[in-house]
């Protein structure tokens, strides 16, 4: 099988054991750069090129996207898939997840049990949606924070 891994960077650690897991079982893998792969858009053929090739034979693709090249990341997978290749996660998937709002939204519309949970785009009806989500104690999280930061216990109403 030919699989192509969309990585910014060879040298991770979950990039190489991916390349050696696939090598080990008999596989013809390499490792692509999403932000130097080019794209022609287009109904008849679709296509990527990478470095003046063109890749039009690969089997599956597995995407290790970071967060800061989810926009154009997501748009190389979206056409690998265009192009019949197998993705080991989709590109829908991976940007609904990039997504607090929409991934949250996704789990409570399916019945999936989740903590009493407010948005507000604006800080005017914070003292509604505090009282919306039980009061205090409560957690506040900014919707764009990754891996903690943006996130603040508010012990009391009056921290809220």
Known sequence: MKIAILSRNRNLYSTKRLVEAAKERGHDVRVLDPLRCYMN??????????????LDDYDAVIPRIGASVTFYGTAVLRQFEMMG?????????????????????LLARKGIGLPVTGFAHSPDDVQDLIGMVGGAPLV?????????????????HKAA
């Not at 858009?41 to 063109?54: A, D, Q, V």
């Not at 080991?88 to 939204?105: F, G, M, P, Y």
């Not at 506040?140 to 603040?152: F, H, S």
């Open 140 to 156: 506040v999280k900014l919707l764009e924070g990754t891996q903690g930061i943006g996130v603040v216990l508010a012990e009391t």
């Open 41 to 54: 858009i287009t109904s008849n053929r679709p296509s990527i090129h990478y470095k003046g090739e063109l």
């Open 85 to 105: 290749t197998f993705p080991l996660n989709e590109s829908v998937a991976i940007t609904r997840s990039r997504d607090k709002l929409r991934s949250l939204q």
